[in-house]
T-cell receptor, first 110, second 118 residues
Framework: QKEVEQNSGPLSVPEGAIASLNCTYS??????FFWYRQYSGKSPELIMS????GDKEDGRFTAQLNKASQYVSLLIRDSQPSDSATYLC??????????FGSGTRLQVQP | GAVVSQHPSRVICKSGTSVKIECRSL??????MFWYRQFPKKSLMLMAT?????????EQGVEKDKFLINHASLTLSTLTVTSAHPEDSSFYIC??????????????FGPGTRLTVT
């Protein structure tokens, strides 16, 4: 079992819709959770961090964490073509480096 | 805030030569920096963890004599690819983690260095 699992996609949504990206992790001791966005040919950019159960909102982005289910998600409201990218879920399992999922490719259709 | 720079952004070198890549945290101090490589359409692969003032910790399968890491200060880590070969061609990305606070688990990435070995 992979430590951090994401559906590779592509996830295709129409412009203006809500994009829902999901991630599960295996280490119950994980305390910190992050979402990164990576455009093709570029490096990852941190867009959200979440540390406690529940929702955390920042602009059009909402991160959701459920530690009991070992599940973290990212919602993007009013999706724009510029949101088209690969979204990486990252978890701190207590070791020093973050563990990354393989990413979900999002395509927002104009 | 939390800006990480990398230099060079692109480099082309001949097989057998060495290439040095610099990673700097510009507005924060980082006792820990990380080096990743990424092949096209593949996920990030952690190569090593760079610790200021001590030896780097390499991931399994990464040759420490080939990928030399030096973390000379709280804002600078370097990766030297020695005796580069075409199979070392890849996108190398560093990241840095701030020293303290709840943000200490966050990692901020540099823009990456695209290495092509001919």
């Amino acid at each position: 079992q992979k430590e951090v699992e994401q559906n590779s996609g592509p996830l295709s949504v129409p412009e203006g819709a809500i994009a829902s990206l999901n991630c599960t992790y295996s280490d119950r001791g994980s305390q910190s959770f992050f979402w990164y966005r990576q455009y093709s040919g570029k490096s990852p950019e941190l867009i959200m961090s979440i540390y406690s159960n529940g929702d955390k909102e920042d602009g059009r982005f909402t991160a959701q964490l459920n530690k009991a289910s070992q599940y973290v998600s990212l919602l993007i409201r009013d999706s724009q073509p510029s949101d088209s990218a690969t979204y990486l879920c990252a978890v701190n399992p207590g070791r020093r480096a973050l563990t990354f999922g393989s990413g979900t490719r999002l395509q927002v259709q104009p | 805030g939390a800006v990480v720079s990398q230099h060079p952004s692109r480099v082309i070198c001949k097989s057998g030569t060495s290439v040095k890549i610099e990673c700097r945290s510009l507005d924060f101090q980082a006792t820990t920096m990380f080096w990743y490589r990424q092949f096209p359409k593949k996920s990030l692969m952690l190569m090593a963890t760079s610790n200021e003032g001590s030896k780097a910790t390499y991931e399994q399968g990464v040759e420490k004599d080939k990928f030399l890491i030096n973390h000379a200060s709280l804002t600078l880590s370097t990766l030297t690819v020695t005796s580069a070969h075409p199979e070392d061609s890849s996108f190398y990305i560093c990241s840095a983690r701030p020293v303290a606070g709840t943000a200490s688990y966050e990692q901020y990435f540099g823009p990456g260095t695209r290495l092509t070995v001919t």
